[in-house]
């Protein structure tokens, strides 16, 4: 079993699962703006830590990806928060990625930027205790898109940056998101998203990545926001499967889904089936930004200082999502 095969399954082990808290100073801002709680690194690092040292981590989760202020914060006078995260069992994690720009050549479309200097920057994250990264691809979904040329354009920046990464004895958290927004159906989620994660191993095959050494954050296969005809959490279930068994190549060891704006409890529910429908050999676990902090968000807000409260919204959580990355969580357990 090679180092890195070794880091992704201390990650993505026995329902345990990812919390991603690499919120960039923009987006968190926005998410602390609407609670009305000022945003400034202070305040950014105090929801953070209430988090990172919750008892639910040492149980729940497996890895925390970091945002770069965070990254090289302290929570004490002694510890870093890499430390700290590692305290719990879990392992720190970093995004890397500069974000999503105008792709030149497609205006509506975005490419994911950052390569320049990232061998650099990875060393630096290495030394402050990251052991795997992320770097998201993102595409929409239109009559016309994602177009071949954000495909290609996007799955080459991924391969690239999963090169660098594993060069550098990390694991590459490869993430391209097909966005919910819209009012496609189902249906085309599924072609859509099977044409990216298709092509996006096409590349990474052709920069000789150790497919073993990587772990694969897709969507779920869901209609848009906008369409009229819901479906079953069976559907998507089934659906998700059938999309990741014919484009993801069965040496990938894990699949850890992004949650994208589904509520907490859909995103719960919809891994519990895939995890119970699941007849492959990926680990079908999460890294949830959104479906992971959001109610522990809403508590905090109301009284920054009530670290217990929200830890104990976290821990049940973090708890849920774990059984249904076992398929052993049911709607009743939310209650209890
Ligand atoms: P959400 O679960 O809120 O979609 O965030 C996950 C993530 O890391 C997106 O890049």
């Given amino acids: 079993m090679s180092e890195l095969n070794k880091i992704v399954l201390k990650i993505l082990s026995n329902g345990k699962g990812i919390l991603a808290a690499d919120e960039s100073n923009g987006t968190m801002t926005k998410r602390l703006d609407s609670i009305n709680v ?3 690194p202070e305040n950014r690092l105090l929801f953070r830590k209430t988090l990172f040292s919750a008892s639910g981590m040492k149980d729940f989760i497996g890895g925390v990806i970091l945002y770069d202020e965070t990254i090289n914060q302290m929570s004490n006078l002694k510890q870093t928060i890499p430390e700290l995260i590692s305290t719990t069992g879990a392992v720190p994690g970093i995004k890397v990625d500069a974000g999503a720009k105008v792709l030149a050549g497609s205006t509506a479309e975005k490419i994911t930027e950052g390569l320049d200097g990232l061998r650099e920057r990875l060393e630096l994250y290495y030394k402050l205790g990251a052991r795997f990264t992320k770097w998201r691809g993102v595409y929409n979904i239109s009559d016309k898109y994602p177009s071949k040329l954000s495909i290609h354009s996007n799955s080459h920046a991924l391969a690239r940056y999963s090169t660098l990464v594993q060069e550098c004895g990390m694991v590459p958290i490869v993430e391209p998101e097909v966005l919910m927004d819209g009012d496609h159906s189902a249906e085309t989620c599924l072609k859509k998203t099977s044409e990216v994660i298709k092509k996006c191993f096409e590349e990474l095959m052709l920069n000789n990545i150790d497919l073993t ?37 069965s040496d990938v060891p894990g699949i850890a889904f992004l949650s994208g704006g589904q509520t907490e409890i859909q995103a719960t529910e919809n891994l519990n089936l895939i995890n119970k429908y699941n007849d492959t050999n990926f680990i079908m676990t999460y890294s949830y930004g959104r479906a992971l902090q959001q109610s522990a968000l809403k508590f905090w807000s109301k009284d920054i200082k009530n670290t217990e409260g929200t830890q104990k919204i976290f821990n049940h959580r973090a708890n849920m999502c774990t059984l249904a990355a076992q398929g052993k969580w049911s709607a009743e357990l939310e209650t209890k």
């Fill in 38 to 40: 000022t945003s400034n």
């Fill in 213 to 249: 050494g990587i772990i694969l954050k897709p969507n779920m296969i869901l209609p848009g926001n906008k369409c009229d005809k819901g479906i079953s959490s069976e559907e998507v279930a089934k659906l998700t499967l059938k999309c990741l068994k014919e484009s993801v190549p």
